[in-house]
């Protein structure tokens, strides 16, 4: 695994916070606020066929029907665009593991391996080492996007963004000043979340943080099991629901269910060689029984994503797991890092580094796929306690309350991988760099507008076709 560069642990702390200081030599902290289309920019809408072009080819119109419903939802399949927008600029060099698609709707409600429910990171596709700063410009980004969405002041837009990168900094000077493990070991819990929103005095924050965490709770494997499977003569199965889900049997009608799941018993084979020998141990206890095509998401349609069905002592005894496919990063380009020997295996390392609650099950392989190309894959269960926010209905102060959650999470992320102390050092005491912030998401949030403009242009045009919900 490629660790952030940079990375100054052999210095005392006294040298790592001048490290820090120095950076602002390299990128004031008034700087990140500045954002201008640039007269070269690429085609924003090519950038999002080139990335089309390696997909299923009848899923790709879903992706463009789901980018097209709002700028909230073209802002979420955009990463690689802003990548390319973002990467030129001046940057500080304080190196962390980077989300790389750090929005606001990839932060949610988890389970932890030890069953807690946990507030952290969920979607790791796009992470590589970068700079800090990258990830918060997403996500601020992210929030007035959201915030415009919902007829949001400009005042109560700003307000969100200083809510969440005052946490951001705030968060990082106290892990400046705490033991290295207690870094490593330290979660944003279902507990400290109440806490944190029931100091707010807000009585609809405590109400919708209790039904979110309650909800969570029954996102179960079961759930998810009784949703998306039925009963037939050959036992469970996975209920078809094209093109959204799609079993393997009506992809390759010509092979026998036996033959399919022949196949993909050696890729299941291939992944579990990628786990702790416990987790091996205790997945031999299932035996695979159906996989079905699953679209996912928004910026991830048209990618291949396979939901694996496997039952233990009975039908009554589900395991259900997600393969889904990792292709490069859209931040590879711009960060000049080393190439992976396999993407899958990149995610899981990522998401090892940043995440406080990895999932038991997660794990690499590569896949010949019906089209005969290797594809990378990182594997995981389909649900575990998941609870999912809805910036598109909250309101100003809710929001704030929750960008300021994401922000504290993003910063315990970026802690584990990077330097605490200088990082702390470079943003101050001051607001300035929260400032800054506030001002660039306002720049980016009309970028993307008028990236969203460019599509609904392109599909007018015919240029792309696209499938409504």
């Known amino acids: 695994m490629t660790v952030p560069s940079g990375f100054t642990a052999s210095l005392s702390p006294a040298e790592r ?19 201008e289309t640039a007269q070269q920019r690429p085609d924003p809408i090519a950038a999002i066929e080139r990335q089309s072009a390696d997909r299923v080819a009848e899923l790709v119109p879903i992706r463009y029907g789901r980018m097209l419903e709002s700028p ?89 963004v200083l809510a969440c990168v005052r946490a951001y ?11 290295t493990l207690d870094i490593w070991y330290a979660q944003d819990d279902a507990d400290r979340m109440r806490e944190l929103v029931a100091s707010s005095m807000d009585r609809e924050a405590r109400r919708r943080t209790a039904k979110a965490t309650a909800r969570a709770r029954t996102r179960t494997h079961l759930e998810a099991f009784a949703k998306l499977t039925r ?13 959204l889900i799609t079993p393997l049997g009506q992809l390759s009608p ?21 786990l702790p020998s416990e987790r091996r141990h205790l997945l ?64 899981v390392a990522g998401q090892r580094l940043m995440q406080t609650a990895g999932d038991i099950f997660l794990g690499w392989t590569r896949v010949v796929g019906l089209d005969g190309q290797g594809r990378d894959f990182y594997v995981r269960q ?3 306690w998941k609870g999912i926010a809805r910036p598109e209905t909250m309101g100003p102060g809710l929001l704030s309350l929750f960008a300021g959650l994401c922000g504290a999470s993003l910063a315990r992320a970026h802690a584990r991988s990077g330097d605490p102390i200088a990082l702390a050092a470079y943003l101050g005491g001051s607001d300035r760099f929260d400032r ?34």
């Open 72 to 160: 909230f939802r073209f802002y979420r399949g955009a990463a690689a665009i802003m990548a390319a927008d973002v990467a030129p600029l001046p940057n500080t060099g304080l190196q962390v593991q980077l989300c790389g698609d750090a929005h606001p709707l990839n932060f949610r409600l988890l389970a932890s391996p030890e069953r807690r429910l946990v507030f952290d990171i969920n979607d790791f596709d796009e992470t590589l080492p970068g700079p800090f700063e990258w990830d918060v410009k997403r996500l601020t980004a992210g929030f007035v996007t959201a915030g415009r969405a919902n007829g949001f002041s400009l005042k109560e837009q700003n307000r969100t």
């Open 254 to 274: 010509d092979q026998s269910e036996s033959g399919r799941v022949k196949e993909f018993q050696a890729l299941l084979d291939d992944y579990a060689r990628t």
């Open 436 to 469: 800054a912030l506030a001002e660039f998401a306002q720049s980016y949030a009309d970028q993307n507008e008028r990236d969203h403009e460019a599509l609904e242009a392109a599909c007018r045009s015919g240029r792309i076709t696209a499938e409504r919900s």
């Open 17 to 35: 916070a001048a490290y820090g200081r120095n950076a602002r030599r390299r990128a004031s902290r008034s700087c990140h606020g500045w954002y």
């Open 231 to 243: 009963v037939t003569a050959e036992g469970r199965r996975i209920a078809p629901d094209p093109p």
């Open 382 to 384: 389909l649900w575990d």
């Open 284 to 347: 031999r206890h299932y035996r695979l029984v159906d996989m079905a095509r699953k679209v996912v998401g928004v910026g991830s349609v048209g990618t291949r994503c396979w939901v694996l069905l496997l039952l233990g002592k009975d039908d009554d005894d589900p395991l259900l797991l997600q393969a889904k496919e990792a292709q490069e990063s859209v931040l590879a380009a711009h960060t000049g890092g080393e190439p992976y020997d396999n993407q899958g295996r990149r995610v």
């Open 169 to 179: 900094r705030e968060r990082m000077h106290q892990f400046a000043g705490m033991r």
